[in-house]
């Protein structure tokens, strides 16, 4: 198979499927050579590692991950595109492709049943934008036998993820990201490095998955409600969002900061995790 980066060949492959894009689906394709060997090498692809990838597209980050992973599964929403993946990755005896939706299917059982000889598993993924909170959350949230996920998404989106918490920068999903795994930038990705082009520059990141919790934020259920609950209305103070939505009483809000050692006036962005650990314990007394 000619090289799958390759403008000529894509298009060949296009017209021999008749496969277009889909905008719902928010489909770009990678020509950029460089981009998928780096985040197959730096999403930790070995010799005795298995991964889960998700939207393979025509399989050009696959196949690097291929070349070097002991198996790789990729999960692919789109039908159109089973018979592509058969064809561009017919030399791969180590590559499974799955037809679905990673957000309906069983992930553990799928991690369970094809990389039981492997001794790590890792995600690596081109997501969509539009899907990359939804994936990245239901990956981390259930807790899944993997060491990391690599995957690229809107720069923006990035850079949010992998702000310090308690930044300006910070919103929900970094404290949450930050709760279950170490994020980490790793490369920009330009516009042109797609097929076809999208509007907004692309970053690489990748979140190493903590075996525990750093932070004791008591009950979970409480911790991600209070996340939730200051960071919808972040510009109030902490003490208002924390009762303008009915997740606590003005009286219990008080009581919460005071025993914190939080100010009446601080923002929930003004916050990093330990500070949001003890206040989550402390509400949970309430």
Do not use: W
């Not at 020509?31 to 010799?47: D, F, I, K, L």
């Not at 993924?125 to 981390?140: D, E, G, K, Q, V």
């Not at 932070?215 to 902490?238: C, H, I, N, P, W």
């Amino acid at each position: 198979m000619s090289s799958l980066s390759d403008i000529g060949t894509i298009k060949d492959i296009m017209q021999r499927h008749g496969f277009s894009f889909s905008k719902g689906l928010g489909q770009n394709f990678l020509v950029n050579p460089s981009v998928c060997p780096r985040m197959a090498e730096m999403g930790g692809a070995n010799e005795r590692s298995g991964v889960l990838e998700i939207g393979p597209g025509i399989g050009v980050l696959t196949a690097e991950l291929a070349r070097r992973a002991k198996r790789v599964v990729a999960v692919e929403l789109d039908d159109r595109l089973i018979p592509v993946l058969d064809e561009t990755l017919g030399e791969y005896s180590n590559v499974k492709v799955i037809h679905g939706d990673a957000l309906k299917l069983d992930l553990a059982e799928i991690i369970s049943e094809n990389f039981y000889d492997c001794e790590s598993v890792a995600v690596c993924a081109n997501l969509p934008y539009y899907i990359t909170s939804p994936i990245i959350m239901a990956l981390l949230e259930s807790r899944l036998p993997i060491t990391s996920v690599t995957v690229m998404v809107q720069k923006e989106a990035a850079d949010r993820i992998c702000a310090p918490v308690g930044s300006r920068e910070s919103g929900a999903l970094t404290v949450a990201i930050n709760y279950y795994s170490e994020p980490h930038m790793l490369f920009r990705v330009s516009p042109g490095s797609f097929m076809p082009p999208p509007k907004v520059t692309s970053a690489v990141i990748r979140m190493d998955i903590l075996k525990e919790p750093k932070y004791d934020v008591g009950d979970e259920k409480t911790f991600f409600a209070m996340v939730k609950a200051g960071f919808s209305q972040r510009r109030k103070t902490l003490a208002n969002s924390l009762t303008s939505g009915g997740f606590l009483s003005k009286e219990d809000a008080a009581q919460a900061l005071a025993a914190a050692d939080i100010a009446p006036n601080a923002r929930i962005e003004s916050l990093d995790m330990q500070k949001l650990a003890v206040l989550s314990k402390k509400i949970g007394k309430k």
